[in-house]
């Protein structure tokens, strides 16, 4: 059987992701071809990555605690998810990824000291994604959306637009490293939407 395809899905919190994942599901459903996806999000995803996620959002940690946390997730996921579903030929999308960790706890907490340590666990515990989307807005629009949105905030999203803006920073030097596209996310969600399914579909074989 064909390996699946693994694609990770980024932005900072407010850019839009979410509506973007929740339209690729509606499309995939609409074509009978959902059931060959798995769908994901970091931190979390697995019932030992739950608990950890709730420690993450829920204390102010130590960076290099913050770091060990986000990967023990991490590992869980691939471990537990991620593997055994690329094995059987399923696809992934993940709501966030590693590159989230690159730009957060190196750029947005400015802690370059942990670069070494960030990189030696991406070569032990890492897949790497077929390919990367990085929705892109201005930090100012992302943060008011951020803040309209009820839901529990995160420890994160009370950060100011000085450490969103440092991650946004951090994900388009990071991103270079990787298979990925910038998705431009001013645009009106409709383009948004057509720009990415026009180039994930033939990733991921579709010829509908
Ligand atoms: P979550 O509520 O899942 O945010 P979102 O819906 O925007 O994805 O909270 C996760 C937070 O953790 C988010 O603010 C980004 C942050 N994060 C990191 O700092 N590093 C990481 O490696 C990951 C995966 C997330």
Known sequence: MEKGKFIAIEGVDGAGKGTQIQLLKNYLQDN????NFLFLKEPGGTIQGEDIRKTILKYDLDSITEVL?????RN???????IPALKEGKNIVCDRYELSTFAYQIYGRQQKQNKKLIEFLQDK?????????????D???SKQRANKRDENNTRFDNEGVTFFNRVREGYKKEIKKYNHKIIDANKSIEDINEI?????????????
């Open 32 to 35: 009978n071809l959902l059931d």
């Open 69 to 73: 946390l986000f990967y023990s997730s």
């Open 76 to 82: 869980e996921l691939i471990k537990n998810k991620i």
């Open 125 to 137: 515990i890492s897949l790497i994604p077929d390919k990367y989307y990085f929705f892109d807005l």
């Open 139 to 141: 930090v100012e629009i």
């Open 196 to 208: 990415f399914l026009a180039d994930l579909k033939p990733i991921l074989n579709i010829k509908k």
